[in-house]
């Protein structure tokens, strides 16, 4: 079993109310890292949130999250449909930003994410 890497604090967790519950468990431990290790302001935090929860719930929706099974071709399709979607210069760069985040989030969790942070 993989090490959980931070527990978070129920009470002050943002709602993840559009994903399953095993993305959503993942987004509450993420966050607890980048509130509590990283010191990142609430909004900074539900931006990235959002973004790794989409990204989660394209790879992941109907099985446990696996990130060994997260491939560059998998990162390299979800940053195409959301440039596609409406990608400005600067939503490029922030999602950029948020996916090698949570790429080092990962890292600490025991993960490691190799080639998928080339295809960034």
């Known amino acids: 079993m993989k090490p959980t ?3 978070p604090a ?6 993840f109310a559009s994903f399953p519950a095993h993305i959503t468990d993942e987004l509450h431990r993420y966050d ?9 302001a609430a909004e900074t935090r539900k931006n990235r949130l959002r973004v790794v929860g989409l990204l989660l719930r394209d790879r992941f929706e109907r099985c446990a999250i696996d990130f060994r099974k997260v491939r560059p071709d998998d990162v390299r399709q979800f940053l195409s449909a959301q440039l596609r979607a409406g990608g ?10 948020t996916l090698r985040s949570y790429l080092r989030y990962r890292t600490v969790c025991g993960d490691q994410p190799g080639k998928l942070s080339t295809v960034i």
């Open 10 to 15: 129920k009470s002050n967790a943002p709602s």
């Open 88 to 97: 400005s210069a600067s939503y490029a760069s922030h999602l950029a930003a």
């Open 5 to 7: 890497c931070l527990h």
């Open 32 to 40: 607890a890292y980048l509130r509590d290790v990283r010191g990142l």
